[in-house]
Nanobody, 123 residues
């Protein structure tokens, strides 16, 4: 059974930081390109950042320089360090395991989705 449990979301003020964590089981995490997506109310799901099994990273222009994706293959865990948060970062954040991904856009085909964690940034 595949599980991907995201945590670390919460309510913060603009300019503050959060660290999201996604712990997975049921598939070989170490060989997958992984990523984070987000979905704001009334909007479509947006790719945020991605990382290959060799730690090559990509991110969207909206978060470049503020968010950092990383992974620990020994713990089957994916992270998203989010700094200088803005109200427009408010969304439900999802981790994902790709079948393939374009590192320039972090778009691709997702094989597994995690459940979301809510991030709310107040102004």
């Amino acid at each position: 059974i595949v599980t991907a449990v995201a945590s670390g979301g919460g309510l913060v003020q603009a300019g503050e930081s959060l660290r999201l964590t996604c712990t997975v089981s049921g598939f070989n995490f170490a060989v997958y390109t992984m990523g984070w997506f987000r979905q704001a109310p009334g909007k479509g799901r947006e790719a945020v950042a991605c990382i290959t099994h060799e730690n090559i990273k990509g991110s969207s222009d909206a978060v470049k320089g503020r968010f950092t994706i990383s992974r620990d293959n020994t713990r089957n865990t994916l992270y998203l360090e989010m700094n200088m948060l803005k109200p427009e970062d408010t969304a439900t954040y999802y981790c994902a395991a790709y079948t393939y991904a374009n590192l320039g856009s972090c778009l691709g085909r997702v094989q597994y989705w995690g459940q979301g964690t809510q991030v709310t940034v107040s102004s």
